[in-house]
T-cell receptor, first 117, second 114 residues
Framework: GAVVSQHPSWVICKSGTSVKIECRSL??????MFWYRQFPKQSLMLMATSNEGSKATYEQGVEKDKFLINHASLTLSTLTVTSAHPEDSSFYIC?????????????FGPGTRLLVL | AQKVTQAQTEISVVEKEDVTLDCVYETRDTTYYLFWYKQPPSGELVFLIR??????QNEISGRYSWNFQKSTSSFNFTITASQVVDSAVYFC???????????FGTGTSLTVIP
């Protein structure tokens, strides 16, 4: 099946620094990618929908200036956590949407654990 | 509004017991998709099943079975003869036909005791 990768899988950074997380669809083109955040022992919450070549659509309560999303190509979306703080520590998961005719399937990446000290 | 409810937060069973994980959903869409994912401690979501709203046939895959009941808006998941490797958090999710984003339940943490 299709594979979605995320890089890095783990990142530890100091408070105030910016962190970039990449989401790649390895063997298919994804016009739409989604970014989720999961706090420990909680569910996945959609942060934003990333569309190739256009601005991302953010969910209510998600700061777009804090979480910058760029979907520069059909196989890559990036999430940049700007000026990260300890409360941004979380598990970030992306998913990529593959369309074949009228069928649309989503594939999830393995996730990125962010720890802000 | 789309919503998924997993009322069971944590379940513990002894190995070889059967266990059912409940999932109730809400949507106004007539076309939608329901999913179950397994999330082991590593964090990666493991796809288990997808069911579209027009297919109410129950499905069995090995020790796993799913019961989709549109009348009660439920999509329950049963593990037969549970094993220690089944220990994980299980998420039920809904994807509406419009928008394509997933709506996840809060998950059920299953512990299978040897």
């Amino acid at each position: 099946g299709a594979v979605v990768s995320q890089h890095p899988s783990w990142v530890i950074c100091k408070s105030g620094t910016s962190v970039k997380i990449e989401c790649r669809s390895l063997d298919f083109q994804a016009t739409t990618m989604f970014w989720y955040r999961q706090f420990p022992k909680q569910s996945l919450m959609l942060m934003a929908t990333s569309n190739e070549g256009s601005k991302a659509t953010y969910e209510q309560g998600v700061e777009k200036d804090k979480f910058l999303i760029n979907h520069a190509s059909l196989t890559l979306s990036t999430l940049t956590v700007t000026s990260a703080h300890p409360e941004d520590s979380s598990f970030y998961i992306c998913s990529a949407s593959q369309r074949a005719g009228i069928q649309e399937t989503q594939y999830f990446g393995p996730g990125t654990r962010l720890l802000v000290l | 509004a789309q919503k998924v409810t997993q009322a069971q937060t944590e379940i513990s069973v002894v190995e070889k017991e059967d266990v059912t994980l409940d999932c109730v959903y809400e949507t106004r869409d007539t076309t939608y998709y329901l999913f179950w994912y397994k999330q082991p401690p590593s964090g990666e979501l493991v796809f288990l099943i997808r069911r579209n709203s027009f297919d109410e046939q129950n499905e069995i895959s090995g020790r796993y079975s799913w019961n989709f009941q549109k009348s009660t808006s439920s999509f329950n998941f049963t593990i037969t003869a549970s094993q220690v490797v089944d220990s994980a958090v299980y998420f039920c999710a809904l994807r509406a036909n419009t928008g394509n984003q997933f709506y996840f339940g809060t998950g059920t943490s299953l512990t299978v005791i040897p």
